[in-house]
């Protein structure tokens, strides 16, 4: 059975519309993000208490830890510690030594069965931590939301270097992808539509978990998001 041209268009154009408003109200939660980063006086240090497993926090490139609040508000009232790595300010360095300064916080705080709970570029500086330099097996978990593991084909048409980083043709971005050994540690949770990413997040050989919402930063709040960190983290 063959379906009518203009059903096929009309479907077509409601998506279409679907992931423009999708498009806007993630930019939204962005620029809120960084207002409230501007303007909040909380401390990283004040979610660092928590009698269950300590948690990591790596936001994305270009983002302050406040993007990533919601989900440091849920996991704090759970009971986990969270620390943020505050030296990565707003990670704009590349991912390896992103990942290094990372290592060094986790050594300075003597940190051991640690959770990692990442946001896009976040994912990909946690990956490399637990293949690359982590020889004493801090790192328990990585949950990484919206990262490109796979690159982004937006990424070549991008005027900075840091931006352009997340190609699918990088050398690095390609290695890292192609290094499966602890994909079983990897727990990938992404959106239906994602603008930055369209090859999408998915991760062979991880638990890869689609949420039912657009956008690549307000996915950060949607509580089925808070629902699989919380149970990813919990373990």
């Known amino acids: 059975m063959t379906h009518k041209p203009g059903r096929w268009v009309w ?6 519309l679907r992931n423009a408003g999708s498009w806007l109200l993630d930019y939204r939660y962005a620029v809120i993000a960084q207002v409230r980063g501007a303007l909040a006086r909380t401390r990283p240090d004040d979610f660092a208490s928590g009698e269950r497993v300590p948690v990591l926090i790596i936001p994305g490139i270009y983002e302050s830890w406040h993007f990533m609040r919601p ?7 759970n009971g986990h510690p969270v620390h943020v790595v505050t030296p990565l300010r707003a990670n704009r360095r590349p991912v ?4 290094e300064i990372v290592a060094r916080y986790l050594r300075g705080r003597d940190l051991h069965n640690v959770v990692i709970v990442a946001h896009s570029k976040g994912g ?5 931590l637990m293949t690359q330099l982590d020889p004493d097996g801090r790192v328990e978990r990585l949950i ?7 690159g982004s084909r937006y990424a070549r048409y991008m005027l900075l ?8 043709t ?5 290695a890292l992808g192609a290094d499966h050994r602890l994909n079983n540690k990897v727990v990938s949770i ?4 994602d603008p930055h990413i369209p090859e999408g997040s998915v991760l062979p050989g991880a638990e890869n978990i689609l949420i039912n919402t657009g956008g690549h930063f307000r996915i950060l709040s949607h509580p089925d998001t808070h629902r699989h960190v919380l149970a990813a983290a919990g373990r």
């Open 190 to 193: 992404y959106g239906r539509f």
């Open 96 to 99: 390896v030594p992103s990942a």
């Open 71 to 77: 989900l440091i508000l849920v996991l704090h009232e």
């Open 124 to 128: 990909l500086i946690g990956k490399y």
């Open 161 to 168: 270097p840091s931006l352009r980083a997340f190609a699918g």
């Open 11 to 16: 479907r077509r154009l409601r998506v279409g």
């Open 144 to 150: 990484a939301i919206s990262t490109p593991f796979s």
């Open 170 to 174: 990088n050398p690095h971005l390609a």
